[in-house]
């Protein structure tokens, strides 16, 4: 059995009654309480989201091919290039606001 780690943080949620019942149900019947029945799903989902975003398997010529993908020179695009040289939509418009008395 893996060691416990110490739980210090308190997570709340609001359910129908619905759900509560249908998660009482369900730790019940694997002999867990409905916080560790909670728990251990949500965590057991959260790794499984969070694989999809770390790591992905390739065929060796799928991996050639990114690899030679990322290898390969860059090429010029005009609308990226303007993308990042223009300012931003959040950038400051220094071009309406009043001049700086001196």
């Given at each position: 059995?893996?060691?416990?780690?110490?739980?210090?943080?308190?997570l709340?949620?609001?359910?129908?009654?619905?759900?509560?019942?249908?998660?009482?149900?369900?730790?019940?019947?694997?002999?867990?309480?409905?916080?560790?029945?909670?728990?251990?799903?949500?965590?057991?989902?959260?790794?499984e989201?969070?694989?999809?975003?770390?790591?992905?398997?390739?065929?060796?010529?799928?991996?050639?091919?990114?690899?030679?993908?990322?290898?390969?020179?860059?090429?010029?695009?005009?609308?990226?290039?303007?993308?990042?040289?223009?300012?931003?939509?959040?950038?400051a418009?220094?071009?309406?606001?009043?001049?700086?008395?001196?």
């Amino acid at each position: 059995m893996p060691a416990r780690s110490v739980r210090r943080e308190k997570l709340d949620l609001r359910l129908s009654l619905e759900d509560k019942r249908t998660l009482e149900a369900a730790a019940s019947l694997s002999n867990r309480s409905v916080s560790e029945f909670v728990r251990d799903s949500a965590l057991s989902r959260a790794h499984e989201m969070l694989a999809d975003r770390r790591m992905f398997v390739l065929s060796q010529s799928k991996w050639d091919e990114f690899q030679a993908a990322l290898d390969a020179p860059t090429r010029h695009n005009p609308r990226i290039q303007r993308l990042l040289t223009e300012p931003g939509f959040f950038d400051a418009d220094t071009s309406s606001a009043p001049a700086e008395k001196r």
